[in-house]
């Protein structure tokens, strides 16, 4: 039988004791499991945020390739000649 003086809430057991187990705890949240409509409804939202994030920061990318190209005589992006699989050179971006 519950005691008269026992209040809702999070046990003792479940309060962090410190930061570190509240980040633990943070981080091993359970995954949920979606519908079919769900994870469309999600990707949809994800990449629509992630276009929205893009057109918005452009403006500010584009500014600092021209100021990279006016200050300085290189390249505005760092390119570098790397050995891939059985000795082939390549140069990514």
Request: overall charge positive; aromatic content about 6%.
């Given at each position: 039988?519950?005691?008269?003086?026992?209040?809702?809430?999070?046990?003792?057991?479940?309060?962090?004791?410190?930061?570190?187990?509240?980040?633990?705890?943070?981080?091993?949240?359970?995954?949920?499991?979606?519908s079919a409509t769900g994870?469309?409804?999600?990707?949809?939202?994800?990449?629509?945020?992630?276009?929205?994030?893009?057109?918005?920061?452009?403006?500010?990318?584009?500014?600092?390739?021209?100021?990279?190209?006016?200050?300085?005589?290189?390249?505005?992006?760092?390119?570098?000649?790397?050995?891939?699989?059985?000795?082939?050179?390549?140069?990514?971006?």
């Amino acid at each position: 039988m519950p005691e008269a003086n026992a209040q809702p809430g999070p046990s003792a057991a479940s309060i962090p004791s410190s930061s570190s187990e509240a980040l633990y705890q943070a981080a091993n949240t359970r995954e949920i499991e979606l519908s079919a409509t769900g994870r469309f409804l999600k990707r949809t939202l994800d990449i629509v945020v992630s276009l929205t994030g893009l057109i918005m920061l452009s403006p500010f990318l584009a500014l600092a390739i021209v100021i990279i190209r006016i200050n300085s005589s290189g390249e505005s992006f760092f390119r570098l000649e790397r050995v891939g699989l059985r000795g082939c050179h390549f140069t990514p971006l």
